[in-house]
């Protein structure tokens, strides 16, 4: 009778597991980036910026440049950790874990800047020519509009950088605008108002006159007199925790990546040299 030969199958060196986590996981942030990515050229194209870009001001603080800018990074992220695993490429593994190095060294240089320089007042210089651009510029770009008005109603509920008296410096509310026959002077937008118990659409003229001499009515249960700048420390202070614990998170999911970018190259190499 003859011998019957029994034949090993060899095993692979790539982890089927490694591979496909790395995978998913970017294919999913590659999604995500698209939808950002999009919805940034939309609000370009809806405001016909791609053909006016000379008359844009202040490029850094347009909400649909930094979903541009946002979208397209983690974009090319998402391609090359996705790719790069599915197709066992080791160029795009490898460009995958430098950008994520990058990027997690960018924020640690970041997080340690804004530590050293919190009480040297950088930060709050920074942020109050951040808002007073908003307002100088305020009617003028609808997407800061709205992120101006969504700061002041929804997140921070404040008026102005130092208070309602801020918004002196946009034209439309300046107080010498009244010559000119402007309803807004010496006004705050709606987004400064209190909003009223059980009241399901707010008044939009709810600021007009409220900074005029002999105005009628207690001011502080209308608006909001805390200047956003107080306000915006006041909630850093309170979140701290919440803050600090989202930023460790995503560092850690950053270190997570570029570990399983290399194992998954050392694995690809160790197959290699088995065919060689």
Not at 9 to 36: D, G, H, P, Q
Not at 106 to 124: H, N, P, Q, S
Not at 144 to 155: A, R, Y
Request: glycine share 8%; with cysteine; charged share 20%.
């Amino acid at each position: 009778m003859p011998a019957v030969r029994k034949y090993r199958r060899e095993t692979s060196e790539i982890s089927c597991c490694l591979k496909y986590l790395l995978f998913i996981s970017n294919v999913l942030i590659w999604m995500i980036a698209l939808l950002v990515l999009a919805v940034g050229i939309w609000a370009w194209t809806e405001k016909d910026m791609f053909r006016n870009i000379s008359k844009l001001t202040f490029i850094a603080l347009d909400p649909a440049f930094v979903l541009i800018i946002l979208g397209t990074v983690t974009f090319m992220l998402g391609f090359m950790g996705s790719v790069g695993a599915l197709r066992e490429n080791t160029c795009l593994l490898g460009a995958y874990a430098i950008f994520l190095s990058v990027l997690l060294l960018g924020e640690i240089g970041f997080c340690g800047l804004a530590f050293v320089l919190k009480d040297k007042g950088w930060i709050k210089d920074q942020a109050t020519e951040g808002l007073r651009a908003f307002i100088k510029h305020y009617r003028e770009d609808p997407d800061q509009q709205n992120l101006i008005d969504w700061i002041q109603e929804d997140w921070l509920q404040c008026c102005g950088i130092d208070g309602p008296k801020d918004w002196d410096s946009n034209n439309y509310f300046n107080c010498s605008s009244i010559a000119i026959g402007s309803r807004e002077a010496c006004g705050v937008p709606f987004s400064c108002c209190r909003r009223r118990p059980q009241e399901v659409i707010k008044n939009k003229q709810c600021g007009y006159d409220v900074r005029k001499e002999g105005y009628h009515g207690e001011l502080s249960k209308i608006i909001y007199e805390k200047g956003c700048v107080q306000s915006g420390e006041e909630w850093i202070e309170h979140n701290l925790i919440i803050i600090s614990t989202a930023a460790i998170g995503v560092m850690f999911f950053q270190i997570l990546g570029i570990c399983f970018a290399q194992n998954l190259r050392a694995d690809i190499y160790t197959q290699k040299s088995k065919w060689h």
